[in-house]
């Protein structure tokens, strides 16, 4: 089979439902990515995250460079066989983290010097860097390596990091194209960047398809701009991208920004929130989100969310989840978690069903009303 093909079934105004077909197995989209950052999902096994219904994973550069370090991932088979888990895995460039993490950085037209959250250690990451480690770890699709800055900067220092982007988008097609069987079996997306503005992103999405990418994600979002201002720009952003190329909305995010992402155009997506807030006792529900460590669940025998058929909330009460996540146990984090991942599973399975039926304005009016209802 091709390495790689993105095919359209349905489309419902902006939305599209389809599938990426890639040697490792197919992805339905729209499709929601839980995140693995240390090589693993956590509180998860891998068979439970597939159960779930997941057809791929992320997996973070930046973390796994420094911890177990990608030449020793390498030496023992690959991420795949590291982790356990034999379909599709996306790495993203570690640009984010090295920009977000640290608190001494140094970057120049060849990348970025950066000092170890973990033991201080001075390492250096650049386009060709960035990919070299997304080969070792035999990364099904790979993102270029970019420069993020806050949406509140400067005009000036939002289109010079643009611009920079776009350089080492070329320099990180390069680096993958001389990867040789890494790239004939993998794919790489560009990632477009340039804040709110819509010239910027115009000239960044002119400028990655002229390199040309197997996808395009769009960058620069969902850090702290707020929902209203990020849709605000995905209304014009996925429609300055292929449209016969998967779209992927990089680190969102709550359920209501998915619905509104996918009305807008937008294929792909990962996000903590389901792991981090099932950690912390938080769940996600059709009702909207609970915190199960609330007195009122105590005694209440019910299921976690009633309109659920997840094994959790088939198989456990609130009461006895409240329990586990007050006193602290490690089950109450693992099926927290668990519940989280099917309902934004679900969540991505009812989503594809509206499309394909016509519907999606329907579905999506009435799941923001039932979720802002409580």
């Not at 419902?12 to 499709?31: F, K, L, V």
């Not at 643009?162 to 079996?185: I, N, P, Q, V």
């Not at 299921?303 to 490690?330: F, K, Q």
Request: with cysteine; proline share 5%; glycine share 10%.
């Amino acid at each position: 089979m091709s390495r790689f093909t993105f095919t359209i079934s349905a489309q419902d105004g902006r939305a599209r439902t389809g599938q990426i077909a890639m040697q490792r197995g197919t992805i339905r989209t729209p499709a929601f990515m839980p995140v693995g950052t240390a090589a693993t999902v956590k509180a998860m096994k891998p068979a439970d995250v597939r159960a779930s219904g997941a057809d791929i994973i992320l997996g973070n550069t930046y973390h796994l460079m420094l911890r177990p370090g990608a030449e020793r991932v390498a030496a023992l088979g690959g991420l795949h066989r590291f982790m356990g888990w034999d379909r599709p895995i996306l790495t993203d460039s570690g640009g984010y983290q090295v920009m977000s993490l640290s608190d001494l950085t140094t970057r120049n037209e060849d990348g970025v010097t950066f000092k170890s959250h973990l033991d201080g250690s001075r390492h250096t990451l650049s386009p060709e860097r960035s990919i070299e480690i997304q080969r070792l770890l035999g990364s099904d699709i790979v993102m270029a390596f970019d420069e993020l800055v806050p949406t509140t900067s400067t005009p000036e220092v939002q289109q010079a990091a643009m611009a920079r982007s776009m350089r080492w988008a070329k320099r990180s097609r390069a680096a993958f194209d001389g990867g040789g069987a890494h790239a004939e079996a993998a794919a790489i997306f560009g990632i477009q960047q340039g804040a709110l503005d819509e010239a910027l992103r115009k000239s960044s999405a002119d400028a990655l398809i002229e390199i040309g990418f197997d996808g395009y994600a769009v960058g620069g979002l969902a850090v702290g701009e707020g929902q209203a201002a990020m849709f605000g720009c995905l209304d014009f952003a996925p429609g300055q991208l292929p449209a016969d190329k998967p779209r992927y909305l990089m680190g969102v995010g709550k359920p209501d920004d998915i619905v509104g992402a996918v009305e807008r155009g937008i294929d792909m997506f990962d996000c903590v929130l389901p792991t981090r807030s099932g950690r912390t006792g938080q769940a996600f529900t059709r009702a909207g989100p609970i915190n199960i460590r609330n007195a009122k669940f105590a005694e209440d025998l019910g299921p976690l969310d009633p309109s659920c058929a997840c094994p959790v909330c088939t198989g456990w009460s609130r009461a006895y989840l409240h329990h586990l996540v007050r006193s602290a146990e490690i089950l109450g984090a693992m099926l927290m978690t668990e519940h989280n991942l099917c309902f934004y599973q679900r969540l991505m399975s009812d989503l594809r069903d509206a499309i394909s039926e016509q519907r999606l304005t329907r579905f999506a009016d009435d799941f923001r009303r039932r979720y802002a209802g409580g």
